[in-house]
C-alpha cells in the first residue's frame, strides 16, 4: 500500500511541475528549485521529488547536470527517444571501432545564413564559420558533417584542431548538455556518393541539429549526411546521465 501510494505521489507531483512549465511559472532553461525546496513545498520526501525529476527528464521535459541541479529543457520540435548524447568518436569507442576524421574544410562564411544565424541565435556582426568534415569507422566512410559554430567558440583554433572529437574541443570551455535533431530521409546525389562511397539514388538520412550549453545556448548547427544503412537515431539526446 505504502509503495502504491509513493509511485501514485511522485506522478502527482512531476505532474504539477509538468502544468508549471506548461503555464509559464518555470520557463524554458529555468533552473528548478532545490529538491529539498520541492520537497518541503510539495509535503513529501525527497525520494518522491527524485523520482518526479528523473519521470520528467525521460519525457524530456527537464534536463539534469550532476552537482547544478534540474533545468526546463529548451522544447522545440522533440519527438520521443532518449539514448544519450554521444559524439562520433565517443560511439566508436563503445563499439569497439576505430575512428578517422577527415577536414574537408573550415572557412568563415562571407555570406549571410538566416536560417543558420537564426538557428545559433546570433547577432547580425557576429562572424560565423563552417567546419565540413568527413568520419570513418574501422577506414569505411560512415557520415559527412557541415557544422556551423559562432566566432566565439573557436577562437585561436586551426584547422588541424579539428581532426579529432569536436565534443572534446569545445568542452574545454562550454558544458555541451543536449541536442535537439531533425531526421529527415532522402536519396543520394553525387556529392555525398562520392564522398561516402555509396551508389547514387540510395537511402540517405540527413540530420539537422542544434547541440546547447547547460543554460540552453546553441553552441553549433550541424547539417550531417548519414548512410541509412547504418544508422538509427532518436532525436532529443541528453549529455549527461542521471
Known amino acids: 500500500m505504502v509503495e502504491k501510494e509513493t509511485r501514485n505521489k511522485f506522478t502527482q507531483v512531476a505532474s504539477k511541475i509538468e502544468q508549471r512549465i506548461e503555464e509559464g511559472t518555470y520557463v524554458s532553461s529555468q533552473k528548478l528549485p532545490s529538491e529539498y525546496d520541492l520537497a518541503k513545498e510539495f509535503q513529501c520526501s525527497r525520494l518522491t521529488i527524485r523520482k518526479a525529476i528523473d519521470l520528467l527528464i525521460q519525457k524530456n521535459v527537464l534536463v539534469k547536470r550532476p552537482g547544478k541541479g534540474s533545468y526546463v529543457m529548451s522544447q522545440q520540435k522533440i519527438q520521443s527517444g532518449r539514448a544519450g548524447l554521444q559524439g562520433f568518436t565517443e560511439a566508436a569507442k563503445a563499439y569497439g571501432k576505430t575512428s578517422k576524421t577527415e577536414v574537408i574544410s573550415f572557412r568563415r562564411l562571407l555570406t549571410d545564413n538566416e536560417k543558420i544565424r ?91 541539429s542544434v547541440t546547447y550549453a547547460i543554460d540552453a545556448e546553441p553552441i553549433f548547427y550541424d547539417i550531417s549526411y548519414y548512410r541509412a544503412d547504418r544508422y538509427t537515431f532518436k532525436n532529443t539526446l541528453t549529455r549527461y546521465s542521471q
Do not use: C, W
Open 118 to 208: 537564426s538557428a545559433l541565435q546570433l547577432n547580425p556582426d557576429t562572424a560565423i564559420y563552417e567546419l565540413i568534415r568527413r568520419r570513418l569507422l574501422d577506414g569505411e566512410p560512415m557520415t559527412v558533417e557541415k557544422i556551423y559554430l559562432a566566432e566565439n567558440f573557436i577562437a585561436g583554433f586551426t584547422i588541424e584542431d579539428f581532426n579529432g572529437s569536436l565534443f572534446e574541443l569545445l568542452e574545454k570551455q562550454v558544458e555541451i548538455a543536449y541536442s535537439h535533431q531533425e531526421v529527415e530521409a532522402i536519396l543520394v546525389e553525387e556529392e555525398m556518393a562520392d564522398l561516402l562511397d555509396v551508389s547514387l539514388g540510395n537511402p540517405l538520412l540527413r540530420v539537422q
